[in-house]
């Protein structure tokens, strides 16, 4: 266990299957998927286990921006943080100058902190509690033209599983046309997390002209978990 700090209300690490939720029983079997450190201590409010992005496609998403962002782009802003998988491995990366972490939720937020600890990375991310598109214009925009922006938005629970090809206008609860818009207007280099099943098309139509926008599909263990694409100038030569 890192430290000796009790989670605070409604934050868990749970040590044994039985004193899981039985929601989250499935989740709790690939707990070292999603943080190899879990038994170090790792915190998550329940409803952060569906949402977190299992490490090793983190260490993967985290890499690929690394390599393709123009070369001038230091910052990394992940505008959901959420229990910080992502955040954690932008950090672990060390292509960034910094990164800056913005999560809504105050339960959510100290998981995403104390985890960022547990892999000893928590001098290398300042955090905002808050509404991401309220610090992106707020608080970020003096660092718009060095920043690339990645978001993992909540989509709007297990359900979207049922679809066979997911509606990203219907994304509960931004659409794809409220974070590409909302995002752009901040960095031309955007990195959307979305459902593997995302109807292409509907991405095809948020890009202008004939530009490149490279989607990325990422796999674990043969099995598909979700895409990305790059919107921006992201060199993948
Ligand atoms: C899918 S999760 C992110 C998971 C994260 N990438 C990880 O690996 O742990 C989405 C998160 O966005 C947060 N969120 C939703 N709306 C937000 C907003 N407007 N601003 C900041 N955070 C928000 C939710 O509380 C949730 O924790």
């Not at 104390?114 to 905002?128: C, L, M, P, Q, R």
Request: overall charge negative.
């Amino acid at each position: 266990m890192s430290g000796e700090e009790d989670p605070p209300l409604d934050v868990h690490h749970y040590e044994h299957r039985g004193k899981v939720p039985w929601d989250i029983q499935n989740y709790w079997s690939q707990r070292y998927d999603l943080f190899s450190k879990y038994d170090d201590g790792v915190w998550l409010t329940d409803d952060a286990w569906f949402g977190v992005t299992p490490e090793p496609v983190a260490t993967k998403i985290a890499d690929d921006i690394a390599r393709a962002a123009p070369p001038e782009r230091k910052i990394l802003v992940d505008a959901f943080a959420g229990a910080g998988g992502n955040t954690i491995a932008f950090a672990l990366s060390g292509h960034w100058k910094r990164v800056y972490a913005i999560e809504k939720n105050p339960a959510v937020l100290r998981c995403a902190q104390h985890n960022a600890e547990v892999y000893g990375v928590s001098d290398k991310i300042t955090w905002f509690l808050g509404d991401c598109f309220d610090v992106i214009k707020s608080q970020l925009k003096d660092l718009a033209p060095y920043s690339v922006l990645f978001a993992s938005p909540p989509w709007g629970g297990p359900g979207y599983r049922s679809a066979s090809v997911f509606d990203l206008r219907t994304m509960e609860p931004y659409s794809l046309t409220t974070l590409y818009t909302e995002y752009s207007m901040f960095t031309p280099h955007v990195v959307l997390y979305l459902p593997r099943t995302s109807d292409l098309n509907q991405l095809a139509r948020t890009v202008k002209g004939d530009r490149p926008a490279p989607v990325m599909h990422y796999c674990m263990r043969g099995a598909s978990k979700a895409l990305c694409i790059f919107y921006g100038n992201f060199q993948f030569s």
